[in-house]
T-cell receptor
Framework: DAMVIQNPRYQVTQFGKPVTLSCSQTLNHNVMYWYQQKSSQAPKLLFHYYDKDFNNEADTPDNFQSRRPNTSFCFLDIRSPGLGDAAMYLC?????????????FGPGTRLTVT | KQEVTQIPAALSVPEGENLVLNCSFTDSAIYNLQWFRQDPGKGLTSLLLIQSSQREQTSGRLNASLDKSSGRSTLYIAASQPGDSATYLCAVRGNTDKLIFGTGTRLQVFP
């Protein structure tokens, strides 16, 4: 089945140690999104790619970066994780930006910072 | 700026009850609205997508309605079951690429 896959499902990293989260999709969608969701809060959009065009949200910290080497894969890099970056990170895809298209979410990666 | 509110924040009901979850949004200029389910510690599962031109969508025991002009949507769950226990999130998509989420309703259905 076509789907959005995130690896790993659980990631533990040390304070200040760079970490990379991975997302892949078999839907061949043009848009890939990264959301951060802290406990009992709504998901918050960090950034998204429309094809190779990167769109950063204004309040996304510089500590967060993203790469999309091809249509199928997108990575979230946290350069120097702090305790406040512990959260669920959700990847989503959409056929096209704007318009009526649905977003499809992966299972998420839960990040713990020790 | 679009804001999405969900009421109630938490709900506990006995099995078999029909229930309604509410979602309101401040800007009626939306393309669509999605309802999601999230189990503890898990990702989001899309339940229903309503386009701006539609009034409702149904899937099994779930029915979602949309009144764009008043900025409201409801998710109706018929004959609730313990397996329905989860957090339900609504999200609207406007003329930008992003979804704006509510903070969710945490539902518990007890036997």
């Amino acid at each position: 089945d076509a789907m959005v896959i995130q690896n790993p499902r659980y990631q533990v990293t040390q304070f200040g140690k760079p970490v990379t989260l991975s997302c892949s999709q078999t839907l061949n969608h043009n848009v890939m999104y990264w959301y951060q969701q802290k406990s009992s809060q709504a998901p918050k959009l960090l950034f998204h790619y429309y094809d190779k065009d990167f769109n950063n949200e204004a309040d996304t910290p510089d500590n967060f970066q993203s790469r999309r080497p091809n249509t199928s894969f997108c990575f979230l890099d946290i350069r120097s994780p702090g305790l406040g970056d512990a959260a669920m990170y959700l990847c989503a895809t959409s056929r096209d930006p704007g318009g009526p298209y649905e977003q499809y979410f992966g299972p998420g990666t839960r990040l713990t910072v020790t | 700026k679009q804001e999405v509110t969900q009421i109630p924040a938490a709900l506990s009901v006995p099995e078999g009850e029909n229930l309604v979850l509410n979602c309101s949004f401040t800007d009626s200029a939306i393309y669509n609205l999605q309802w999601f389910r999230q189990d503890p510690g898990k990702g989001l599962t899309s339940l229903l997508l309503i386009q701006s031109s539609q009034r409702e969508q149904t899937s099994g025991r779930l029915n979602a309605s949309l009144d764009k002009s008043s900025g409201r949507s409801t998710l109706y769950i018929a004959a609730s079951q313990p397996g329905d226990s989860a957090t339900y999130l609504c999200a609207v998509r406007g003329n930008t690429d992003k979804l704006i989420f509510g903070t969710g309703t945490r539902l518990q259905v007890f036997p």
